[in-house]
């Protein structure tokens, strides 16, 4: 018999972040959850979404129902900030985004259309890089004589994506500087509204997945209101180094894939070694020790006898990630 009151959690915001979150938190009787969601309706515009492998198994770990989703369909959405300056305040730098410098075209290809040109390169993801620009398939770019004489001279295969794609638009790519803080008191910040990152390591989505694990790992023992403003005490010390780290270099990425960085000078073999090298911190994260990481510092902040007594059972969503022990200490048994 469940003796908790439930706790309230309000999220804000239905896009993947608040969406993966929401997912995690379902999963314990003790909290009552409410999404709000500002857009009337759901709808793709033209960002083709890549799920890192960190991405991927943060998301398994939430929701294989949700993981299984997503493999089976290609997925759109769109960037927003709404809770950040009400955490940083207005008056501090890091509440507004700033402009990387960089922009890109967007717009949809009917799948029928990008088959029948494309053939089965439809149907993957790939990105054509060099030229101080990139052009990633699936959804995005094209279709206007401005965007064909900004890539005039690629190659076949991006030149036909961009000669398909239907009403493209034109956007700003911005990012945000570092916020010195993600939560105040019982409120944080995720997603893209703590950490807005250019798109050039495809990484957004997958710390808005990670920062959801996290949250709702830590939620679990969030089982009385004052559990609240440690559990997101301990997500950002966990989430916002890691995160930020996704932005700083992310802005750096653009250059290697405009094949500009001097590193790769044009090589592709070159630029295939750094690329590999440079995703590796992003994609091979030990998501249960960073959870863990997250659930120690939660531990030391409530009482310890709400994880005592849980004796030895799973923590975290959804996955036989790691266990805790009626000593209270947190055992690490491998994460799928
Ligand atoms: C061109 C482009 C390509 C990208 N490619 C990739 C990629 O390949 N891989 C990857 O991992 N990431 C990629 N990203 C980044 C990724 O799209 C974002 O990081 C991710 O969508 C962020 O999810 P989120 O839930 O935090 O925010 P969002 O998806 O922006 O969702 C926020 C939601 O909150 C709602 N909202 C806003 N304000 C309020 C309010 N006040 N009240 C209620 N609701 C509100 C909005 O309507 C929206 O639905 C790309 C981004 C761009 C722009």
Known sequence: MDHYNPVSVAIAGGGIGGLCLAIGLLQYSH????????????????????????????????????????????????SADATREHIVGKAQPAATPVFSGIVAYRGLIPMNKARAKLGELADDAYMWCGGGGMA??????????????????WSEVPTKILEMTEEPSLWAMLDHLPAPYYNTGKTAMMGDAAHATTPFQGAGCGQ?????????????????????????????????????????????????YGFTDASVNGDAERWKDIWTQRMKWIWEIDLAQHCY????????NIRVQEIESESPQSVGVGLDMFRVWSSGKAVLLGCK
């Open 31 to 78: 909290l009552n959850i409410s999404i709000y969601e500002a857009a009337r309706e759901f709808k793709g515009i033209g960002a083709g979404l890549a799920l890192g492998p960190n991405a991927q198994r943060a998301l398994a770990c939430i929701s294989s129902f949700a993981a299984g989703a997503f493999r089976r369909h290609a997925t759109a959405n769109t």
């Open 136 to 153: 990633p398939t699936g959804v995005v770019t094209s279709s206007n004589e401005k965007l064909m004489e900004d890539f005039e001279g």
């Open 208 to 256: 808005a997945i990670e920062d959801a694990l996290v949250l709702a790992t830590l939620f679990r023992y969030a089982k009385y209101p004052e559990h609240i403003a440690p559990a997101l005490a301990a997500y950002d010390a966990v989430k916002r180094p890691r995160s930020q780290k996704v932005v700083e270099t992310s802005r750096e990425a653009m250059e290697l």
């Open 293 to 300: 990481d997250a659930l120690g510092l939660l531990t030391k």
